[in-house]
């Protein structure tokens, strides 16, 4: 299984630009890249994913390196509600199916 | 759409009892999943179904059961209760593409205290 590495907290300034690091080493040339979020008490939100190349969507970006090694999630304006702890994921694939796999995530605190 | 719908959302049991937590989504998801979530960790994965009749085990499976009747549903149930399963339990489900890209959608848990 691919596992991640994440830092166990960032700051980052209201109304900045909060880039969140993932390094996935191991990630085989099938596997996905996901980010999700989750707010105090509330279950998981979905953020973004990618294989290969770059991808944008409402709530953010995410850059993935050329060599699949490492992926920075980018909230380009953060605001206070993206306070949360932000998961990077590996999608594992299994013959009777998928799962993801969660670690301990990064708590990104946004201060006004 | 409801979404995915955990009940109940609170539950204290003493150790040795036995309860069922309920998770219905509505989305027509061939995959569903439980988590497990221990004060200030991340997630791990309990049980997870890629359609009905087929489960297979998680991280986590031990002094849990689930089964998967139908699309919608996707019960897990402790068979005696011990107070190491004091934690927070997540529903999720997603399609199953098979090919990758899969996102999940989660309940708003169930918070479960033994004691």
């Known amino acids: 299984d691919a596992k991640t590495t994440q830092p166990t907290s960032m700051d980052c300034a209201e109304g900045r630009a909060a880039n969140l690091p993932c390094n996935h080493s191991?990630?085989?040339?099938?596997?996905?890249v996901y980010w999700y979020r989750q707010i105090h008490s509330q279950g998981p939100q979905y953020i973004i994913h990618?294989?290969?190349n770059n991808e944008t969507n409402e709530m953010a970006s995410l850059i993935i390196t050329e060599d699949r090694k490492s992926s920075t999630l980018i909230l380009p304006h953060a605001t206070l509600r993206d306070t949360a702890v932000y998961y990077c994921?590996?999608?594992?694939?299994?013959?009777?199916?998928?799962?993801?796999?969660f670690g301990e995530g990064t708590q990104l605190t946004v201060n006004p | 759409n409801a979404g995915v719908t955990q009940t109940p959302k609170f539950q204290v049991l003493k150790t040795g009892q036995s309860m069922t937590l309920q998770c219905a989504q509505d989305?027509?998801?061939?995959?569903m999943s439980w988590y497990r979530q221990d004060p200030g960790m991340g997630l791990r994965l309990i049980h997870y179904?890629?359609?009905?009749?087929?489960?297979d085990q998680g991280e986590v499976p031990n002094g849990y059961n689930v089964s998967r009747s139908t699309t919608e549903d996707f019960p897990l149930r402790l068979l005696s209760a011990a107070p190491s399963q004091t934690s927070v339990y997540f529903c999720?489900?997603?399609?199953?593409?098979?090919?990758?890209?899969?996102?999940?959608?989660f309940g708003n848990g169930t918070r479960l205290t033994v004691t």
């Open positions: 999720a489900s997603s399609y199953f593409s098979g090919t990758g890209g899969q996102t999940l959608h």
């Open positions: 191991t990630i085989s040339g099938n596997e996905y």
């Open positions: 990618g294989l290969k």
């Open positions: 994921i590996v999608r594992v694939r299994e013959t009777s199916g998928s799962r993801l796999t």
């Open positions: 989305m027509n998801h061939e995959y």
């Open positions: 179904s890629v359609g009905a009749g087929i489960t």
